[in-house]
Protein backbone atom coordinates (compact mmCIF):
# COMPACT_ATOMS: atom_id res chain seq x y z
CA UNK A 1 0.00 0.00 0.00
CA UNK A 2 1.62 3.40 -1.11
CA UNK A 3 -1.37 6.02 -0.04
CA UNK A 4 -4.54 6.00 1.37
CA UNK A 5 -6.42 8.99 -0.01
CA UNK A 6 -3.24 11.83 -0.19
CA UNK A 7 -1.23 10.44 2.33
CA UNK A 8 2.28 8.68 1.47
CA UNK A 9 1.80 5.56 3.73
CA UNK A 10 4.96 3.73 2.49
CA UNK A 11 6.93 4.13 5.72
CA UNK A 12 3.71 3.85 7.86
CA UNK A 13 3.72 0.49 10.29
CA UNK A 14 0.18 -1.27 10.21
CA UNK A 15 -1.64 0.61 13.19
CA UNK A 16 -0.64 3.84 11.08
CA UNK A 17 -1.98 2.90 8.11
CA UNK A 18 -5.14 1.13 9.81
CA UNK A 19 -5.70 4.28 11.63
CA UNK A 20 -5.58 6.19 8.11
CA UNK A 21 -7.98 4.06 6.57
CA UNK A 22 -10.59 4.17 9.49
CA UNK A 23 -10.31 7.98 9.06
CA UNK A 24 -10.47 8.29 5.84
CA UNK A 25 -13.51 9.16 3.91
CA UNK A 26 -15.73 6.45 1.94
CA UNK A 27 -15.25 5.14 -0.25
CA UNK A 28 -11.35 4.92 0.79
CA UNK A 29 -9.02 6.12 -2.43
CA UNK A 30 -6.05 3.18 -2.11
CA UNK A 31 -3.05 3.01 -4.27
CA UNK A 32 -1.08 0.22 -4.53
CA UNK A 33 2.21 -0.17 -5.67
CA UNK A 34 5.08 -2.64 -5.36
CA UNK A 35 8.83 -1.49 -6.22
CA UNK A 36 11.97 -3.30 -5.17
CA UNK A 37 14.17 -3.27 -2.85
CA UNK A 38 17.44 -5.36 -3.38
CA UNK A 39 18.83 -6.74 0.41
CA UNK A 40 21.83 -7.41 0.78
CA UNK A 41 21.90 -10.70 3.39
CA UNK A 42 24.67 -11.52 5.44
CA UNK A 43 24.73 -14.10 7.26
CA UNK A 44 26.42 -17.73 9.06
CA UNK A 45 26.47 -19.04 5.58
CA UNK A 46 27.89 -16.00 3.99
CA UNK A 47 26.36 -13.30 1.57
CA UNK A 48 23.33 -13.56 -0.91
CA UNK A 49 21.44 -10.80 -2.79
CA UNK A 50 17.71 -11.30 -2.90
CA UNK A 51 15.15 -8.79 -4.12
CA UNK A 52 12.04 -8.46 -1.75
CA UNK A 53 9.32 -6.44 -2.47
CA UNK A 54 8.37 -3.02 -0.56
CA UNK A 55 5.91 -3.87 1.81
CA UNK A 56 6.89 -7.37 2.31
CA UNK A 57 7.40 -8.66 6.13
CA UNK A 58 11.12 -9.08 6.78
CA UNK A 59 10.73 -12.60 8.46
CA UNK A 60 8.38 -14.05 6.10
CA UNK A 61 10.56 -13.13 2.81
CA UNK A 62 13.80 -14.34 4.41
CA UNK A 63 12.27 -17.39 5.09
CA UNK A 64 10.48 -18.20 1.73
CA UNK A 65 13.93 -17.48 0.31
CA UNK A 66 15.92 -19.84 2.67
CA UNK A 67 17.56 -17.42 4.30
CA UNK A 68 18.98 -18.87 7.73
CA UNK A 69 17.08 -16.37 9.65
CA UNK A 70 17.49 -18.54 13.03
CA UNK A 71 20.15 -20.44 14.57
CA UNK A 72 19.23 -23.87 15.91
CA UNK A 73 17.49 -22.98 19.11
CA UNK A 74 15.49 -20.35 17.87
CA UNK A 75 14.33 -23.01 14.79
CA UNK A 76 12.88 -24.84 17.78
CA UNK A 77 11.25 -22.11 20.32
CA UNK A 78 10.88 -19.13 17.73
CA UNK A 79 7.15 -17.31 18.50
CA UNK A 80 6.19 -18.14 14.35
CA UNK A 81 6.77 -13.83 14.00
CA UNK A 82 4.38 -13.07 16.52
CA UNK A 83 7.13 -10.52 18.23
CA UNK A 84 7.64 -12.04 21.79
CA UNK A 85 10.44 -14.10 21.18
CA UNK A 86 13.08 -11.69 20.02
CA UNK A 87 14.66 -14.81 18.25
CA UNK A 88 14.36 -13.58 14.49
CA UNK A 89 16.51 -10.09 15.38
CA UNK A 90 19.05 -9.05 12.40
CA UNK A 91 21.00 -5.68 12.26
CA UNK A 92 19.80 -3.52 9.03
CA UNK A 93 21.57 -0.22 7.10
CA UNK A 94 20.60 2.11 4.98
CA UNK A 95 17.45 2.69 6.87
CA UNK A 96 15.26 0.50 4.07
CA UNK A 97 12.65 -0.41 7.08
CA UNK A 98 9.59 0.77 8.16
CA UNK A 99 9.34 2.64 11.65
CA UNK A 100 10.93 0.61 14.80
CA UNK A 101 8.28 1.34 17.77
CA UNK A 102 9.51 1.88 21.24
CA UNK A 103 8.70 -1.58 22.68
CA UNK A 104 10.40 -3.31 19.76
CA UNK A 105 14.01 -1.04 20.44
CA UNK A 106 13.34 -1.57 24.19
CA UNK A 107 13.73 -5.61 23.32
CA UNK A 108 16.84 -5.47 21.29
CA UNK A 109 18.63 -2.24 22.87
CA UNK A 110 21.51 -4.65 23.64
CA UNK A 111 22.01 -5.30 20.37
CA UNK A 112 21.99 -1.65 19.24
CA UNK A 113 20.58 1.28 17.16
CA UNK A 114 20.47 -0.55 14.10
CA UNK A 115 18.71 -3.90 15.34
CA UNK A 116 15.09 -5.21 14.19
CA UNK A 117 13.11 -7.86 15.10
CA UNK A 118 12.47 -9.35 11.07
CA UNK A 119 8.91 -10.59 12.01
CA UNK A 120 8.03 -6.74 12.98
CA UNK A 121 10.13 -4.93 10.18
CA UNK A 122 8.12 -4.14 6.75
CA UNK A 123 10.70 -3.34 3.66
CA UNK A 124 10.41 0.06 2.68
CA UNK A 125 13.09 1.43 0.91
CA UNK A 126 15.40 0.69 -3.00
CA UNK A 127 18.64 -1.10 -1.42
CA UNK A 128 19.74 -1.95 2.47
CA UNK A 129 22.31 -4.67 3.97
CA UNK A 130 20.75 -7.03 6.52
CA UNK A 131 22.74 -9.42 9.36
CA UNK A 132 21.15 -12.23 10.21
CA UNK A 133 21.55 -13.83 13.18
CA UNK A 134 23.91 -10.98 15.14
CA UNK A 135 25.56 -11.72 18.40
Request: net charge negative.
Amino acid sequence: LERVGDVDCTTLGFDDVMDLIADAPSPVALAFAAPDCAVTVVGPEGEMTMTLRKGENLRAALLQRKAKVYDFKGTMMNCNGGGQCGLCAVVVRDGAFGPQYDWEAGKLKRLGPDARLACQTTVAGDAAVVELQPK
